[in-house]
């Protein structure tokens, strides 16, 4: 990849900075940061630059649950062959081959994801190798996307887990790299009964690893909300504010007004953070505007879930983002705005970026489209005409940049390496 000037000036843009209306201002970075936003801005004589009139300027997009072991068109296509209801058979086996993971994962850099959070299936292989191969993934595309790891436990074929063994495997995850750990099935986090256990041994390990705490309720029942109430009732007692996730909690689409507004109130107090796929097919929806309403931080992802043949495509997250608003009935700018902010600032700041958005300051992890709002955004998904990671483009048009191409398939990586090559890096030019 080619080196990052000191400087990249943005010219002619409109930005939206996460909320309200998007506003004319160039965009000047200066050693991978905003370091001015305004109109006419001098740069250095030589600074890159990108002209960009009338485009737009989004904070890079973020995929805060994806699932590269499951269905991606970065391998072969695999009819799905069942639903979410329990299976003895995946439908599909986890990749072996080591350059998996940096295809989907430039799969996403090229449709405007600077941050992801991807999900290793702990249980559904040997010992940590799915993990290691996440791991090498991270490390050869670490200049161009932040990829955090979560290794989640899956309950065996037979609907049993070896509690103890699995544990063990999680807590050698925290060690070896994977910041957050958890569970993909509700048994893993403990049944309704009095049994606390596997929850209470989840939390002994990030108490003690550092680590952070992803839960998966897909149960939808009674049951779910008991969860929920005992991972913040550990949360506080365990200081681990801000360090756990819920994922799905499609239950919280059923509670009372006033139930719910208990338990948000809670979530809200103990910065646990909430992630929503938009799933349709009847499933109760978690009411996004009022939870955003009562301080409670929601995000979406991917996932690549096998049952969802129908969703958008590998890491898409302006699709995600339409979804959430298409399924949620957010109609207004102001609510297509908040799914566009759970797609990129709010899953940002839950996968380690804490300072991100087009403001003054924060790391140049950006997105250039062709609209004239983030509301349009959502609603046409446009192109994505430049994608800029800490200053650097590591995508145009939705192609990515040479170092990046070299991961995807061979049928398409040549043209995409040979158009990269012939638009470097701030020399892109506006059409």
């Known amino acids: 990849m080619h080196a990052a000037s000191a400087e990249l000036v943005i010219r002619g843009a409109r930005v939206w900075a996460g909320q309200g209306a998007a506003q004319r201002a160039d965009v000047l970075v200066r050693d991978g940061r905003i370091a001015q936003l305004g109109v006419a801005l001098q740069a250095a004589p030589d600074a890159a630059a990108i002209e960009a009139p009338g485009a737009l300027v989004l904070p890079g997009l973020a995929d805060a649950h994806a699932h590269f072991e499951l269905r991606s068109c970065s391998k072969p296509w695999c009819p799905a062959a069942r639903s979410h209801a329990r299976s003895d058979t995946p439908p599909d086996s986890p990749p072996t081959e080591p350059r998996h993971a940096e295809r989907a994962l430039a799969q996403r850099i090229a449709r405007g994801a600077t941050h ?53 495997l999680l807590d050698q995850a925290a060690q070896q790299g994977a910041a957050v750990i958890g569970a993909i099935e509700p048994a893993a986090a403990g049944p309704s009964t009095g049994d606390t256990a596997p929850l209470d041994a989840l939390f ?96 979406t992802g991917s996932d690549g879930a096998p049952d969802e ?24 700018d102001a609510d297509l705005q908040l799914a566009l902010h759970m797609a990129s600032i709010a899953g940002a700041r839950l996968i380690g970026g804490a300072e991100h958005g087009v403001v003054v300051g924060c790391a140049a992890d950006l997105l250039i489209v062709d609209a004239a709002s ?15 990671k800490r200053g650097r483009v590591v995508a145009r048009d939705g192609l990515p940049m040479p170092a990046v191409a070299a991961g995807l398939p061979c049928r398409r990586a040549a043209a995409q390496a040979a158009h990269a090559t012939a638009h470097p890096p701030g020399q892109a030019p506006a059409g």
Do not use: K
């Open 116 to 168: 992801v959070r991807a999900y290793v299936e702990i249980g559904t292989g040997p010992d940590l190798a799915a993990l290691h191969r996440a791991l090498a993934a991270r490390e050869a595309l670490r200049d161009v996307v932040d990829l955090q790891l979560a290794a989640v436990a899956q309950r065996s074929a037979n609907g049993t887990t070896d509690a103890a063994a699995m544990l063990d």
């Open 204 to 299: 002994a390990i990030a108490s003690r690893r550092g680590c952070r705490l992803d839960f998966a309720l897909r149960d939808g029942g009674a049951a779910d909300v008991v969860r929920i109430e005992r991972i913040i009732e550990r949360t506080r007692a365990l200081g681990l504010a801000g360090r756990v996730s819920i994922g799905h909690a499609s239950v919280l689409g059923l509670l009372a007004p006033q139930r719910l507004d208990t338990i948000a109130a809670r979530l809200a107090e103990q910065r646990i953070t909430l992630m929503t796929l938009a799933p349709g097919g009847g499933t109760p929806q978690p009411p996004l505007r009022r939870l955003v309403e009562l301080g409670v931080s929601v995000v």
């Open 309 to 332: 043949p129908a969703m958008p495509g590998p890491g898409d997250m302006l699709e995600r983002a339409y979804l959430v608003a298409y399924v949620n009935g957010l109609r207004r």
């Open 374 to 388: 983030a509301a349009e955004a959502v609603l046409c998904r446009p192109p994505r005409r430049w994608v800029i």
